[in-house]
């Protein structure tokens, strides 16, 4: 059987359009359609119960601009994945500088002090999960000062900054009622501020328009008029992001 001949999308494991294959998932109450991005690329259609395959193909022809945008996106923060060792000497990076990590005894927490990271022995074995909060607590702190000369320029109101780990994604961002926030992942501290820049336009850009519009371009154009060179650096760099993974011995 044809598979534009049956009814209902929900009848196939798969719908294949062209060279995007979207897994199906079990149909529900929802009354729209949605395609989202797994962290490893698997894609998955979302769709209404009564959803006809006819409907969904022309819904995944209609995004499939958008589709490689995040698979691209994607593929950017998830390369090799990167490993670290919570040893004397390890360098980790924190806005597009490397410092070293030095092992001292009478810290307590982790911090960075006369160009090094500097960790007590004891947290070695949980040095990952540290990080993670060393980066979260200082990155929220410099972001909040980060974000306000972008906002001032779009013309927006104060907007808040949480730092969390978004799985493959840089940022994320969408309007609500009351006041606006944005997210950025934990990771982007790693980057120069020149690229943390860029993600903060992006994200502020989606808080007018949610999706990737020629007009959401063309906010993020004029906020930041080289914004390509940007996002293409920083697909480079994603590359060589570390993302919390410990090396195993």
């Known amino acids: 059987m044809a598979t534009t001949a049956l009814a209902s999308i929900h009848e196939l494991p798969e719908l294949v359009v062209g060279d995007l294959a979207l897994v199906v998932a079990p149909a529900s109450e929802r009354t729209t359609i949605e395609i989202t991005v797994e962290r490893d690329a698997t894609l998955v259609l979302k769709a209404p119960h009564d959803t006809s395959?006819?409907?969904?193909?022309?819904?995944?022809?209609?995004?499939?601009?958008w589709v490689y945008r995040k698979l691209a996106e994607k593929d950017a923060l998830t390369g090799p994945p990167i490993t670290?060792?919570?040893?004397?000497g390890e360098g980790f990076a924190y806005l597009g500088r490397s410092y070293r990590l030095t092992l001292t005894e009478g810290v307590t927490e982790i911090r960075l002090e006369r160009g090094r990271f500097q960790m007590n022995p004891s947290q070695a074995g949980e040095g990952a999960a540290a990080m993670r909060r060393w980066y979260t607590t200082t990155g929220t702190q410099w972001l909040q000062r980060r974000?306000?000369?972008?906002?001032?320029?779009?013309?927006?109101?104060?907007?808040?900054?949480?730092?969390?780990?978004?799985g493959y994604r840089w940022g994320s961002a969408r309007p609500t009622e009351g006041p606006q926030s944005i997210n950025v992942h934990w990771a982007a501290l790693q980057l120069p501020p020149s690229l943390i820049d860029y993600i903060l336009v992006h994200?502020?850009?989606?808080?007018?328009?949610?999706?990737?519009?020629?007009?959401?371009?063309?906010?993020?154009?004029?906020?930041?008029?080289?914004?390509?060179?940007?996002?293409?650096?920083?697909?480079?760099f994603g590359k060589n992001i570390w993302l919390g993974s410990v090396h195993e011995r």
């Open 53 to 65: 395959v006819e409907r969904a193909t022309q819904f995944v022809n209609d995004k499939r601009q």
């Open 84 to 88: 670290k060792q919570f040893v004397e």
């Open 147 to 166: 974000i306000r000369p972008w906002v001032k320029r779009m013309g927006q109101d104060d907007v808040s900054v949480a730092v969390r780990d978004l």
């Open 203 to 236: 994200e502020l850009a989606h808080l007018h328009e949610t999706n990737h519009t020629p007009e959401f371009w063309a906010i993020v154009a004029r906020l930041m008029p080289a914004y390509e060179t940007h996002k293409s650096v920083l697909a480079t």
